[in-house]
C-alpha cells in the first residue's frame, strides 16, 4: 500500500462541506470524505507551520521535537521522520511544497529522495512572501506520480498553502466568493486537490493508496479578535479537518472521538506493518474507527510564538473529551471551556467549575511531566528567512518590556490592526498606516514596536519628501534604544540612511549588523557595496575576510565579492566567482545577468574584446531591455571596430532615451 499525505495550509474544519459548511464548494474533499475516515474532532499540536507539520511527519510532541516556531528552529537529525522509514522500507518518497516555512534550510527533507521546495523569489506585493499556487505544486506532484514504476510503492507529501493570508483565488472562484475570498482559496484548493486524485485514479494507484488530507492549523478570521493565527489557541486555529480513505478502512464513518495529528505516524506504520517510530507518542487510529466505544484521546496543543517573538506569555492547554483548558503561565490566567457546548469558546467556565479545572490542570501536568521539554535552536535565521517569515506575518515587532507577560488575547487585536497597516503600505498610502498607527498608540500606550512601523511609513513618505527620512530615522533609533541587539532594526536604520544618501553612516550601521552576526552575508553585501560607492576599496575587501563564506553557494555574496575583487584588479580571483554564479543552476535571471555583465567589463578591460563582446551579448540576452548591457555591448563592438553595428545599438538606445546625450553623440561619431 502506498501513502499520499495533503496537508492543506491554514485550512479551518468548519470551511468544508463535509464538515458542514453550506456554501464550501469543495466536491473533492467531500466525496473524499464520503469514501472513508472523516474526525471530527482532530486537532493540531500549534497554529504554527513549521511545528505542526514536525509532528505530522515524525509523531512527536513539540514538547519533545522542540520546534516551537517558524523562526529559528529546525528539525534535529536525530529525530526520526516516517519518509525515512518508509524510505528505509523500499518506498519511493516526493514531497511538493508551496511556501517558505517548510524549506529544506529547516530540516523536513530528511528521508525524501525529491524534496521540490524551488519558490519564486520575487513577490507580487511587497509584505507578502511568494507561494507556489496549488496548480504548480499538483503538477509537480503529477509528474513525479507518473515518472514512477507503477509497482514501486511511494510515500507522497503535497503541501498546499492556498488559504493562507493574503486571499486571492484565481478566477472562477474570486468572482463567485468576492464577499468571501478565504473560502474562495479554500474552493481552489479542493480543485487542484481533484486534479491529484485523478492521477492516483489514471494511474491505477488509487485502490492500493492510502489518502490522508490534514491542516496544519486553521485561521482566525476575526474570532477571539485574531485575523490569522498563530497567537492565539481556540479551536479556530487549533481544531483541523482530518479525513482518510484508503484499502481497508471504512467508507463514510464519521469519528466523534477527539484525535491528535501526532496518530497519523503511528496510524501509518500500523497499516503498513511497519516499527513505530521511536518518538511518536500517538496511536493508531485504527482503533478509533475499529471500536466506536474508544474513548477520546488527551491532545496537547501551544503555541510559544508569542513569547518567543514578542515577550509576551506563551499558551498551552489541552483538550481532553468535552473539555479544554489554556494556560497562560506568563500572565498567570487559565480558562476552561466545554468546546461541544460551547464551540465558540466564549464561555470561560474556569471559575464555576473548579473541580473540571483542577481535573484538567492536572491532567496537563502529568503530560508535560512525561514529555521534558525541549527548544530545537541550532538553525540560525538569516536576513532572507527574517524577510520571508515578516511577509507571511510570523515575524513579530519590537519587544517591549512594558508588555512582557501580557497575556496575548490581550494583544493580538493589535496584530490584526498592523497587518493592515502592512496592506496600506503594500498599496502605497503611508498617511492611512501612520492614522491607523496614531489609534494604536492610544490604545496600545508604550508599545515600542509601533515605532518600527512608524520608520516604515516615514521612509516611504520621504521619498516624496526627504525631509521625512529624518524621522523614520528618530523613530528606528527610538527602537535601538530599546533593543539595541535587533539586526533588523540596523538593516532598516542603514537602508534610510542611504535615501538619504548618507552612504557613511548606512555602512556604519551595516557593520552594527556584522558585529552582531559576524555569519550575516546579506550585511557583508550591502557593507562591501557601500565601501565601493566610498572609493574604499581596501574595506570592501576586508569584509569578506571577516565573514565566512556561505556552505551553500549564495549568488548576491559571490557577485559582491567578485566586485571588490575587481575593483581592486584581481581579476584572476574574481572571474571564477562570476563564472560560478552564470553555471549555477538556482541563480536567478539578475544574478546570471549581473555576473555576466561584468565579467564582460572585466574582458574589456583587460583588452580581451571577442570575450567582452560574447559576454555583453550574452547579458543582452539575458535582459533585452538593459539600456546597460546594450551600451557596454556597443562600446565593446566599437572598440573592436564592429561601427555599424555599434551605431545601430547608439542609435536605437538614443530613440528610448532621447534626454541622454551620450547615445546619439556615440552614434553620430560612427556615421
Same mark, same amino acid.
Given at each position: 500500500m502506498s501513502v499520499l499525505l495533503v496537508t492543506l495550509d491554514t485550512?479551518?474544519?468548519?470551511?468544508?462541506?463535509?464538515?458542514?459548511?453550506?456554501?464550501?464548494?469543495?466536491?473533492?474533499?467531500?466525496?473524499?470524505?464520503? +469514501?472513508?475516515?472523516?474526525?471530527?474532532?482532530?486537532?493540531?499540536?500549534?497554529? @504554527?507551520?513549521? #511545528?505542526?507539520?514536525v509532528s505530522i511527519l515524525t509523531g512527536a510532541l513539540p514538547l519533545r521535537h522542540g520546534v516551537r516556531d517558524?523562526?529559528?528552529?529546525?528539525? #534535529?537529525?536525530? %529525530?526520526?521522520?516516517?519518509? *525515512?522509514?518508509?524510505?528505509?522500507?523500499?518506498?519511493?518518497?516526493?514531497?511538493?511544497?508551496?511556501a517558505f516555512p517548510l524549506s529544506a534550510k529547516f530540516g523536513l527533507d530528511q528521508g525524501f529522495e525529491v524534496y521540490d521546495d524551488r519558490f519564486d523569489t520575487a513577490a507580487e506585493h511587497r509584505f507578502e512572501f511568494p507561494e507556489r499556487r496549488a +496548480?504548480?505544486?499538483? =503538477?509537480?506532484? /503529477?509528474?513525479?506520480?507518473?515518472?514512477?514504476?507503477?509497482?514501486? #510503492?511511494?510515500?507522497?507529501w503535497v503541501h498546499l498553502f492556498d488559504p493562507h493570508e493574503a486571499y486571492r483565488p484565481p478566477e472562477p472562484f474570486a468572482s463567485r466568493f468576492a464577499e468571501d475570498p478565504y473560502q474562495g482559496e479554500i474552493a481552489y484548493l479542493d480543485r487542484a486537490l481533484g486534479r491529484l486524485l485523478e492521477v492516483l485514479e489514471s494511474r491505477g494507484r488509487a485502490d492500493d493508496t492510502l489518502v490522508i488530507v490534514v491542516a496544519d492549523h486553521g485561521e482566525g478570521l476575526g474570532e477571539h479578535e485574531e485575523r490569522n493565527h498563530v497567537? !492565539?489557541?481556540?479551536?479556530?486555529?487549533?481544531?483541523?479537518?482530518?479525513? %482518510?480513505?484508503?484499502p481497508e478502512l471504512p467508507h463514510g464513518r464519521r469519528i466523534p472521538q477527539t484525535v491528535r495529528t501526532i496518530d497519523l505516524v503511528p496510524t501509518v506504520t500500523d497499516l503498513l506493518g511497519l516499527p513505530g517510530l521511536p518518538d511518536a507518542v500517538g496511536r493508531s487510529l485504527a482503533e478509533v474507527w475499529q471500536n466506536t466505544d474508544a474513548p477520546s484521546r488527551p491532545a496537547y496543543f501551544e503555541s510559544y510564538w508569542p513569547q518567543l517573538q514578542q515577550g509576551w506569555s506563551p499558551l498551552r492547554g489541552l483538550v481532553h473529551g468535552r473539555?479544554? @483548558? @489554556?494556560?497562560? #503561565?506568563?500572565?498567570?490566567?487559565t480558562e476552561l471551556y466545554d468546546v461541544l457546548a460551547d464551540p465558540g469558546e466564549l464561555d470561560d467556565l474556569a471559575a464555576r467549575e473548579p473541580d473540571r479545572l483542577a481535573e484538567m490542570q492536572r491532567r496537563l501536568a502529568e503530560l508535560r511531566e512525561r514529555s521534558p521539554e525541549t527548544l530545537s535552536t541550532a538553525r540560525r535565521v538569516t536576513p532572507e528567512d527574517l524577510q520571508a517569515l515578516q511577509r507571511l506575518g510570523y515575524a513579530g515587532t519590537t519587544r517591549n518590556p512594558v508588555e512582557a507577560g501580557r497575556h496575548p488575547?490581550? %494583544?493580538?487585536? %493589535?496584530?490584526s490592526e498592523l497587518s493592515s497597516v502592512m496592506r496600506h503600505l503594500d498599496a502605497g498610502r503611508p498617511e492611512a498606516a501612520l492614522a491607523t498607527l496614531d489609534v494604536l498608540e492610544q490604545r496600545y500606550p508604550g508599545s515600542i514596536g509601533l515605532h518600527e512601523y512608524r520608520a516604515l511609513c516615514y521612509a516611504d513618505l520621504g521619498r516624496r519628501e526627504p525631509r521625512l527620512l529624518k524621522q523614520a530615522i528618530a523613530e528606528l533609533r527610538l527602537c535601538l534604544?530599546?533593543?539595541? =541587539?535587533?539586526?533588523?532594526?540596523?538593516?532598516?536604520?542603514? /537602508?534610510?540612511?542611504?535615501l538619504q544618501g548618507d552612504r557613511a553612516a548606512a555602512v556604519r550601521s551595516t557593520e552594527q549588523i556584522l558585529k552582531l552576526d559576524p555569519r550575516d552575508h546579506a550585511a557583508a553585501v550591502v557593507a562591501s557595496e557601500l565601501y565601493l560607492q566610498l572609493s574604499d576599496v581596501a574595506?570592501? !575587501? /576586508?569584509?569578506? *575576510?571577516?565573514?565566512?563564506?556561505?556552505? *551553500?553557494?549564495?549568488? /548576491?555574496?559571490? @557577485?559582491?565579492?567578485?566586485?571588490a575583487l575587481a575593483a581592486a584588479q584581481q581579476y584572476e580571483e574574481a572571474i571564477p566567482r562570476y563564472r560560478r554564479v552564470v553555471q549555477w543552476a538556482e541563480a536567478t535571471p539578475s544574478q546570471r545577468f549581473r555576473a555576466t555583465n561584468r565579467l564582460g567589463l572585466i574582458y574589456r578591460e583587460q583588452g580581451e574584446l571577442a570575450a567582452a563582446v560574447t559576454a555583453f551579448r550574452r547579458a543582452v540576452e539575458l535582459e533585452p531591455t538593459s539600456p546597460v548591457a546594450r551600451g557596454n555591448l556597443a562600446s565593446a563592438l566599437e572598440r573592436g571596430d564592429q561601427r555599424a553595428e555599434a551605431r545601430q545599438i547608439y542609435e536605437q538606445l538614443s530613440r528610448e532615451n532621447p534626454d541622454e546625450p551620450y547615445y546619439r553623440e556615440r552614434a553620430q561619431a560612427l556615421r
Open positions: 485550512t479551518r474544519a468548519d470551511r468544508l462541506g463535509c464538515y458542514g459548511f453550506a456554501n464550501a464548494a469543495t466536491p473533492n474533499l467531500d466525496a473524499l470524505a464520503a +469514501e472513508g475516515v472523516l474526525f471530527e474532532q482532530a486537532y493540531t499540536v500549534a497554529p @504554527i507551520t513549521l #511545528p505542526s507539520h517558524n523562526r529559528g528552529f529546525e528539525v #534535529p537529525e536525530s %529525530m526520526a521522520t516516517l519518509a *525515512e522509514a518508509l524510505r528505509s522500507a523500499g518506498y519511493r518518497t516526493g514531497a511538493f511544497l508551496a +496548480e504548480e505544486v499538483v =503538477a509537480e506532484a /503529477e509528474a513525479w506520480l507518473t515518472a514512477l514504476d507503477t509497482r514501486d #510503492p511511494f510515500f507522497g497567537t !492565539l489557541v481556540y479551536n479556530s486555529t487549533v481544531r483541523v479537518p482530518m479525513l %482518510m480513505r484508503g473539555w479544554k @483548558i @489554556i494556560e497562560a #503561565p506568563g500572565a498567570g490566567t488575547r490581550e %494583544m493580538v487585536a %493589535m496584530l534604544a530599546n533593543s539595541p =541587539a535587533v539586526p533588523s532594526l540596523w538593516r532598516r536604520l542603514a /537602508e534610510v540612511q542611504q574595506s570592501a !575587501l /576586508e569584509v569578506f *575576510e571577516r565573514v565566512r563564506e556561505p556552505i *551553500e553557494l549564495d549568488g /548576491e555574496f559571490e @557577485i559582491a565579492r567578485a566586485t
